[in-house]
């Protein structure tokens, strides 16, 4: 059975519009499917908590909506050993997606995908662990401790974000923002432990982001050799230089340039435990978190099944 939880308030309001065009594919095909619609914060991970514990044998759990809700259907499902994901995105991010090579702007193939798929694709999943409180949520894209934090959990009602959607212009959102919130925030002391390693200490940290595929916040490609099926996370950190210096260095950073520059710190890992000298924002896939000063990332190797 094919179970669809759609977000029909995504996408700037196009998300009602494209649900309506793929109910018309399924009766079409005449696919048998259900559909749930969540009607506020929290209410997708409800939804795909019921879906998870029916007694079917086969559970194929369909989003139509963007990361956010990915997100929450990812951190509802119980089992996902009995679960399939299947993805038709109408977000304005779609960084999951894009992190999977699927169509992100058209729901004809992207459905077709669905259907076509004999769903035995795994994929990778990453939980982070608030040390303090033990709580702990999964991340399909990434986890971030400071500046991507901030700007990730931020932009959705960001003024910045909305007079530039209405000038057309909304994929330069997250770079204004980031910009503006670089040289207006703090910057931290931390230790990092990777792994089993010795913990290594970083000033003047700006950002770190815990990336299961190489990009987030629409696009920006800041672990650009990530995979979201190697058993590992790509860890991208910006630390021990001014931030006029992070600045300059952006545009290297959205093309994926920022290797090997002064600054910049990318390592793979199975595990990292940060230990902050001062409390920041975490998100996980752009949700946030909470302000937290010490957390675990981790690997959730093969746990997803995805329906590509």
Not at 59 to 80: K, P, Y
Not at 151 to 171: D, M, Q, S, Y
Not at 220 to 240: N, Q, T
């Amino acid at each position: 059975m094919y179970h669809f939880i759609v977000n029909i308030h995504g996408g700037s309001g196009k998300a009602f519009l494209k649900w309506n065009k793929i109910r018309a594919l399924l009766r079409k095909k005449n696919v048998e499917f259900k559909v749930r619609v969540p009607q506020g914060v929290g209410d997708a991970s409800r939804i795909a908590k019921e879906i998870s514990e029916l007694s079917e044998d086969d559970i194929r759990i369909i989003v139509v909506g963007g990361d956010g809700t990915i997100n929450e259907v990812l951190n509802g499902i119980t089992n996902f050993s009995r679960v399939k994901l299947g993805l038709i995105p109408t977000g304005s991010g779609n960084d999951f997606t894009r992190g999977l090579k699927l169509p992100r702007h058209n729901p004809k193939k992207a459905l077709d995908i669905i259907l076509k798929s004999t769903g035995d694709k795994k994929i990778d999943l990453g939980r982070s662990t608030v040390l303090s409180t033990n709580d702990s949520r999964i991340f399909g894209i990434s986890s971030g401790f400071g500046l991507d934090a901030i700007v990730g959990t931020g932009i959705n009602e960001a003024k910045i974000k909305k007079i530039l959607n209405w000038l057309h212009l909304g994929k330069l959102s997250y770079a204004v923002l980031t910009i503006q919130t670089l040289f207006t925030m703090r910057t931290y002391s931390v230790s990092l432990k990777f792994d089993d390693d010795e913990p290594i200490s970083f000033n003047k940290l700006i950002f770190l982001a815990a990336m299961n595929f190489k990009a987030e916040g629409g696009g920006v490609p800041m672990s650009p050799k990530a995979r979201g099926d190697d058993g590992e996370l790509s860890v991208c950190l910006a630390a021990g230089v001014p931030k006029i210096l992070t600045f300059l260095l952006f545009p290297l950073l959205c093309m994926g340039l920022h290797g090997n520059s002064k600054g910049f710190y990318l390592r793979n890992c199975k595990s990292l435990v940060l230990q902050s000298d001062e409390k920041s924002i975490l998100h996980t896939d752009g949700e946030l978190v909470g302000s937290v000063d010490s957390v675990q990332f981790e690997v959730l190797p093969q746990k997803l099944t995805v329906l590509i």
